[in-house]
């Protein structure tokens, strides 16, 4: 019985893990998760007021000036998050120290092609990834220029007074289409692409851990490992080392 718990407790401690996302990666995940959820939830029952729900939220005007706000403060805490991860990647990038991993290339490209034909039985094997998937880059790109409309058209439609003092009126309404459409889009994308990828595909955790496993970067980034080992030079635990 010893034995068998000591045998487990070993394997367990071998087992090599990968730091995937820094404590402040983490942090800016939980942030935009939090405010964006509270941003749908408040902001879907206004734009569907018919609805027995929205009716319910909206039943009185001190409801709707208390869901507004709660929009309102989300919408804050969304737009500095914006702020200090565009103010982060230009500090990185003036020291010469922003990874290029999150851009687009044509490896890209011929990655989407290659799972396509995995998925219509054509290629056995699914293309090797390096850090970051394809998939997760069109994640990245979408939400960051998905959101970047949001606060732009949001700031537009709560402030249309100070705005409209240097642009023309016409912005007002177009932004507020604009506000409207795109959260359907984001609310789409979010629950169709991303929660499929990251709970349907595989459970995927590793935003709140930090950490992926020795089997999961060969399954899913084979090349970041491979790269990962050529670093370490054959030594025992590269991953804890990144
Ligand atoms: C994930 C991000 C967001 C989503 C999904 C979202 C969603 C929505 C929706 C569905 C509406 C109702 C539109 C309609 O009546 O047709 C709305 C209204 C509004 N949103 Fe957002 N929004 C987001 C971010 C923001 C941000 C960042 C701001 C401000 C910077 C903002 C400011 C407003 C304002 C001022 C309104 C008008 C009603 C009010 O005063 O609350 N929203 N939003
Ligand atoms: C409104 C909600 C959310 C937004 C806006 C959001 C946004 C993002 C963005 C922009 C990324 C970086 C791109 C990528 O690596 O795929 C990301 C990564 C990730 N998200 Fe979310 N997320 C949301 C909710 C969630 C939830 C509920 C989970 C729960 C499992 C989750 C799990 C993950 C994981 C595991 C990754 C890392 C994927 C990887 O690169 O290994 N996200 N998310």
Redesign the pocket.
Known sequence: MTTSKNTQNSKIQQEKTFL??NLGQRWE?MI??????VL?LTGLPQKYRELSWSQYLLSTPERVELIRQIHHIAAIILTIEAVYHLGLAIYQLSKRKLSAE?FPTTQDVRDAGQMILYLLFIRKDKPKFGR??F??????W???FG?LFMIISGFLIWFPIFFTQFLPGGVVPAAKLMHSTESIV?VIF?VIW??Y???IER??????TGR?SEQEMKE?HAKELERLERKAGGKDRPGERN
């Open positions: 995937r996302f995940h935009l998760f939090l405010s964006a959820t749908i999150m970051y998937n998939e997760q880059k069109v994640t990245y979408f939400i960051f959101f984001a979010i991303h929660f990828h990251v709970h459970l995927n955790l590793s935003i709140f992926l899913y």
